[in-house]
């Protein structure tokens, strides 16, 4: 046997959930696709004394877009679902991008958006993603609902917000101020792997006008960053190679690369500048 | 020691076993059920080699617990076909030499059937993109993909034939 021993619940509803993470407290850990906590468990590096499967509680695996234009992607929605989404492919670019780029076919079949930003793995794609989007999670408990933005829900390495008693329900991602365009590059040495730097750069603009600009980087740092001096230098511009040299030129400069087996440094850094300008520069790659 | 009672259906099969719920579906389908065709090749969720259709679905079954699969269909390489009577995938595997040492074969197989399940007219393109998270150190992945090939071809000529 791999895992160690774990006391292992399979809720069938929302409040059966509440009810066993309040017992358990934080011996608890919920599991969805388990596409990250298992390995983990295997290798003993996690070893909860009880597991929640969540699998089984219905009315988490939708994702759709409200009346208002906000997007919501329930806690059991597969990135497999995502990949192959007709509403992501027509209107929101930056996720259709990204999705096929996680992992592998097999990975993507069980794992989920909202358990990858509850792990928050530093190499975590999706994170960038919804920073870049201004994205937030929403958490229930039996007390009730409340909404993180994605900056202050993920805190560190492998350490999010939430509180003993509640689930991540859902992520949402604000309507958009204009028309979406994006894209999100990953340089990975080989499929599967995790990002040896991964982009996320997402637009709302009227006409040629930026309302609003999202970039946020995967790999580069202890978590994703998200390029804050770079969206500011574009917020209110138009897209040129002035302001497109400038961008990607503050993004690098946010960029806490560490050398490693996937390359240097500098190295990173390089690819960060050059993947900004490469998105920036591509209008058509990044139109829904 | 803490067991569930899980009931999957395995190759067609209803089985009903009690399990711990750290074993993985990788251990139960080869250990307790005896279908040894799943392999496992690495301690990582890397290599593909356990991969295992779930309600026609590819999945790594050494990254689930059996008791995750409590309720569903599983499909292993056994159940694809039998020495008499093998699936087209099994056949393009023999007519394109689509394996040396076979141990990532039933994964590439599987992995294959899902594909061809959504997908009856793949490219070329499109099949390496199914297989990207099933790993061989031997093929160099050419034949194993002109076997899928063989493969689609044949379950559409297949479908053909039964159209008319």
Redesign the interface.
Same mark, same amino acid.
């Given at each position: 046997? !791999?895992?160690?021993?774990?006391? !292992?619940e399979?809720p069938r509803s929302l409040d059966e959930a509440f009810g066993v993470l309040q017992a358990y407290g934080d011996e608890a850990k919920v599991l969805a696709g #388990?596409?990250s906590l298992?390995?983990l468990?295997?290798?003993r590096f996690s070893a909860p004394a009880v597991?929640v499967?969540i %699998? %089984?509680i219905p009315g988490l695996d939708y994702h759709d877009e409200d009346t208002d234009g906000s997007l919501d992607i329930g806690a059991l929605c597969r990135h497999?679902t995502l990949e192959r989404s007709p509403l992501l492919r027509s209107r929101h670019p930056t996720m259709s991008r990204c999705a096929p780029l996680i992992?592998?076919?097999?990975?993507r079949?069980?794992g989920t958006l909202v358990g990858s930003l509850c792990h928050a793995d530093p190499q975590g794609d999706w994170a960038s993603v919804m920073l870049a989007l201004g994205g937030e999670i929403i958490a229930r408990s039996a007390r009730g609902e409340r909404a993180i933005p994605v900056s202050q829900f993920v805190i560190g390495p492998f350490q999010n917000s939430l509180q003993v008693g509640e689930i991540a329900v859902r992520a949402r991602v604000p309507a958009p101020r204009g028309t979406r365009s994006g894209t999100y590059l990953k340089l990975e040495r080989r499929? #599967?792997d995790f990002a040896t730097v991964g982009v996320a750069v997402a637009l709302e603009t009227s006409g040629a006008t930026i309302n609003r600009a999202g970039i946020a980087l995967t790999g580069v740092g202890s978590n994703n960053i998200q390029c804050t001096a770079a969206e500011q230098a574009l917020a209110g511009k138009t897209l040129n190679p002035s302001t497109i040299e400038q961008a990607a030129a503050l993004a690098a400069e946010a960029a806490q690369p560490k050398s490693d087996v996937r390359g240097s440094a500098e190295y990173k850094r390089h690819i960060v500048y050059t993947f900004v300008a490469r998105a920036l520069g591509n209008r058509q790659a990044m139109a829904a | 020691m803490e067991e569930r009672r899980i009931n999957v259906v395995v190759n067609g099969q209803p089985r009903s076993v009690d399990v711990e719920p750290r074993l993985l579906l990788a251990h139960f389908l080869r250990e307790v059920l005896g279908l040894t065709g799943t392999h496992i090749g690495c301690d990582t969720t890397n290599c593909g080699a356990c991969t295992v259709l779930v309600d026609g679905l590819p999945m790594k079954s050494c990254t689930m617990f059996a008791v995750m699969a409590d309720g569903h269909e599983v499909m292993t390489v056994e159940g694809l076909g039998i020495p008499s009577e093998l699936h087209p995938i099994q056949e393009g595997f023999r007519e394109e030499h689509g394996l040396q040492c076979g141990f990532c074969t039933p994964g590439m197989m599987l992995a294959s059937k899902a594909l061809l399940d959504e997908n009856p007219d793949p490219t070329e393109e499109d099949v390496r993109w199914a297989l990207s998270g099933n790993l061989c150190r031997c093929t160099g992945y050419q034949n194993i993909v002109k076997s899928v090939l063989w493969a689609a071809e044949k379950l559409r000529s297949e479908a053909r034939a039964v159209s008319r």
């Open positions: 046997m !791999y895992p160690s021993r774990f006391h !292992y399979a #388990g596409q298992i390995p468990i295997k290798l597991i499967d %699998n %089984n497999r992992a592998d076919p097999m990975v079949s069980r499929v #599967g | -």
